[in-house]
């Protein structure tokens, strides 16, 4: 008859024994992961993604004043870019490198606050392995989508994003006192990089209302909010002045075009869903023209409510595609952390750390709303990109309720997490 307890202590006892070796492991392949991102992202003589625009505003714009950054796309990111390329007279470089820098103090940020006012150890008599666990989860999410990389606003917006998200969580639940002042600044230099940030603020208010109600109206989430429009208003101040308008980085394409963003993913979307052109296939402004000349008694949807009313079936096959593909994800960037926090309502006693219990449900509800919200959006297929804020976040909470799990289940956690990371890394050599 097989001895079950016998067996778990031998099982535990190995996953103590290899966690520091996986650990160093893991960090290694994550490095080295780096350095193969840095040479065909950074390093790459083309553009990256939506790089142009921005390259395009330093190359014509060299001498440096308030006005012309407050009227200004994205404007902490053009602030900063003017004044570094002064010294390096590499647009394409300058954006790079703001990018790189913004995920560096980001990183040195989320491991310093976790260690400061969050930190237990993890590994009991081993400070280092706890904090190379700590330090490998959170860098290996934060890193994974290689924003870091690209000379857009995108990881410069999550840089402001998160450490406000974090402090402001911090102050609600478990009753910090963090300067509102500074979390509405930081809100503001989000927002003011990158618009679709307010999709994760709507979906932090709305998980507030779903589990923290009494929250939404206190005084410290008002002051936040007054002092988030207040530095937004500072920022945009000449355009508000001159213009009566705020500056907001969205992509568009010119009205005389004759076409718009809309109008391009709704086609993509219905393309891929019949089969006509593989989803990795793009299409341009000029396919949208000619499909339009080609076609002139299609009546495109007005917005998203036409689609949902008047193509339910694509509509509700997009969203479940998306999904699907979307929990792939989730469990690819975060490996079994993911799925951990999910169950961890089911594995904690509900009397048992109320405010821990509590912060994993709005954590929950802040992912998945945001993940709703990015989804129904974006019509034909979404960026996994987006949910940036709300991957590292959900990873620096799940580190936090994995706390509350005995020692010798949380190795198995964080040996599983490193495993599986291996694993991938194995598959991806393997594929070239």
Same mark, same amino acid.
């Not at 929250?215 to 410290?220: A, G, H, I, V």
């Given at each position: %008859?097989?001895?079950?307890?016998? $067996?778990?202590?031998?099982?535990?006892k &190995?996953?103590?024994?290899s966690?520091?070796?996986?650990?160093?492991?893991?960090?290694?392949?994550?490095?080295?992961?780096?350095?193969?991102?840095?040479?065909?992202?950074?390093?790459?003589?083309?553009?990256?993604?939506?790089?142009?625009?921005?390259?395009?505003?330093?190359?014509?714009?060299?001498? /440096?004043?308030?006005?012309? @950054?407050s009227?200004?796309?994205?404007? *902490?990111?053009?602030? #900063?870019?003017?004044?570094?390329?002064? /010294?390096?007279?590499?647009?394409? $470089?300058?954006?790079?490198?703001?990018?790189?820098?913004?995920?560096? $103090?980001?990183?040195?940020?989320?491991?310093?606050?976790?260690?400061?006012?969050?930190?237990?150890?993890?590994?009991?008599?081993?400070?280092?392995v706890?904090?190379?666990?700590?330090?490998?989860?959170?860098?290996?999410?934060?890193?994974?989508?290689?924003?870091?990389?690209?000379?857009?606003?995108? %990881?410069?917006?999550?840089?402001?994003?998160?450490?406000a998200?974090?402090?402001?969580?911090?102050?609600?639940?478990?009753?910090?006192?963090h300067? @509102?002042?500074?979390?509405?600044?930081?809100?503001?230099?989000?927002?003011?990089?990158?618009?679709?940030?307010?999709?994760?603020?709507?979906?932090?208010?709305?998980?507030?209302? /779903? &589990?923290?109600?009494?929250?939404?109206?206190?005084?410290?989430?008002?002051?936040?909010?007054?002092?988030?429009?207040?530095?937004?208003?500072?920022?945009?101040?000449?355009?508000i002045?001159?213009?009566?308008?705020?500056?907001?980085?969205?992509?568009?394409?010119?009205e005389?075009?004759?076409?718009?963003?809309?109008?391009?993913?709704?086609? %993509?979307?219905?393309?891929?869903?019949?089969?006509?052109? *593989?989803?990795?296939?793009?299409?341009?402004?000029?396919?949208?023209?000619?499909?339009?000349?080609?076609? *002139?008694?299609?009546? #495109?949807?007005?917005?998203?409510?036409?689609?949902?009313?008047?193509?339910?079936?694509?509509?509700?096959?997009? #969203?479940?595609?998306?999904?699907?593909?979307?929990?792939?994800?989730?469990?690819?960037?975060?490996?079994?952390?993911?799925?951990?926090?999910?169950?961890?309502p089911f594995?904690?006693?509900?009397?048992?750390?109320?405010?821990?219990?509590?912060?994993?449900?709005?954590?929950?509800?802040?992912?998945? &709303?945001?993940?709703?919200? $990015?989804?129904?959006?974006?019509?034909?297929? %979404?960026?996994?990109?987006?949910?940036?804020?709300?991957?590292?976040?959900?990873?620096?909470?799940?580190?936090?309720?994995?706390?509350?799990?005995?020692?010798?289940?949380?190795?198995?956690?964080?040996?599983?997490?490193?495993?599986?990371?291996?694993?991938?890394?194995?598959?991806?050599?393997?594929?070239?």
């Amino acid at each position: %008859m097989i001895d079950i307890n016998r $067996f778990k202590n031998i099982f535990f006892k &190995i996953n103590t024994q290899s966690i520091t070796m996986l650990a160093m492991l893991f960090l290694f392949i994550n490095a080295y992961l780096q350095v193969l991102f840095f040479n065909q992202t950074f390093m790459n003589v083309g553009a990256n993604a939506d790089e142009t625009a921005y390259r395009e505003f330093l190359n014509t714009n060299s001498d /440096f004043s308030f006005s012309l @950054v407050s009227n200004a796309q994205a404007q *902490p990111y053009a602030f #900063f870019g003017l004044l570094l390329n002064k /010294f390096f007279q590499d647009a394409q $470089f300058t954006n790079r490198l703001i990018s790189l820098i913004s995920a560096v $103090f980001l990183l040195l940020f989320l491991f310093r606050y976790y260690k400061k006012q969050k930190f237990t150890n993890l590994i009991q008599g081993n400070p280092f392995v706890s904090n190379l666990i700590v330090f490998n989860i959170l860098s290996s999410v934060l890193l994974v989508l290689s924003c870091h990389f690209v000379g857009t606003s995108d %990881m410069i917006s999550v840089a402001f994003a998160l450490p406000a998200f974090i402090l402001l969580t911090e102050v609600l639940f478990y009753k910090k006192q963090h300067s @509102v002042i500074i979390i509405g600044l930081l809100f503001a230099l989000s927002f003011t990089s990158r618009p679709t940030f307010l999709i994760s603020l709507a979906a932090y208010l709305l998980s507030i209302v /779903f &589990i923290m109600r009494k929250q939404l109206f206190s005084k410290q989430l008002i002051f936040v909010g007054l002092f988030f429009v207040a530095f937004t208003a500072l920022i945009n101040f000449n355009p508000i002045v001159n213009q009566g308008k705020i500056v907001l980085d969205i992509k568009t394409i010119a009205e005389e075009t004759g076409t718009s963003w809309f109008e391009m993913n709704y086609l %993509m979307a219905k393309k891929w869903d019949a089969g006509e052109i *593989p989803t990795t296939q793009w299409l341009s402004s000029d396919d949208i023209i000619q499909y339009k000349k080609e076609h *002139p008694d299609f009546i #495109f949807p007005k917005n998203h409510l036409d689609i949902l009313v008047n193509d339910t079936g694509m509509f509700t096959r997009q #969203f479940f595609r998306m999904f699907g593909m979307s929990m792939y994800s989730s469990s690819r960037y975060m490996y079994v952390l993911f799925p951990f926090l999910i169950l961890f309502p089911f594995l904690k006693k509900k009397e048992e750390d109320l405010v821990v219990n509590k912060t994993v449900y709005f954590t929950l509800s802040f992912y998945f &709303i945001s993940l709703f919200i $990015f989804i129904v959006s974006a019509i034909k297929l %979404m960026e996994f990109r987006w949910m940036h804020i709300a991957i590292v976040f959900y990873a620096f909470y799940a580190i936090n309720a994995a706390k509350t799990i005995s020692e010798n289940k949380r190795t198995v956690l964080f040996n599983s997490v490193f495993v599986i990371g291996i694993l991938f890394f194995i598959l991806k050599m393997l594929k070239g």
